[in-house]
């Protein structure tokens, strides 16, 4: 039996590394997603003058409840809540 000279072609691992490297960034910029928000939009995020006024209110409410001196008004949530399930 002869044996043969086996030679495997030049191989840099380094090289390999590098390759796979910008290939990993190559996909992950392809994959990146944009958001853009309209002008619209941005202006519904903004506080408005009606979440302000209701925001305080809320506030006025927690100190109430929390003093002891809120009281609820029977007569108005029994017609709140006619008006609501009649809808």
């Not at 490297?21 to 928000?37: P, S």
């Not at 003093?67 to 108005?76: R, S």
């Amino acid at each position: 039996m002869k044996i043969e000279k086996f030679t495997l072609p030049a191989i840099n691992p380094y090289k390999a590394n590098q390759l796979k490297a910008e290939q990993t960034e190559q996909k992950a910029k392809m994959k990146t997603d944009k958001l853009e928000i309209s002008s619209e939009a941005k202006q519904l995020s903004e506080m408005s003058s009606f979440t302000v006024a209701r925001n305080e209110r809320v506030q006025e409410l927690k100190a109430q409840v929390k003093a002891g001196t809120y009281e609820v008004n029977p007569e108005q949530l029994a017609s709140n809540l006619a008006k609501y399930f009649k809808r």
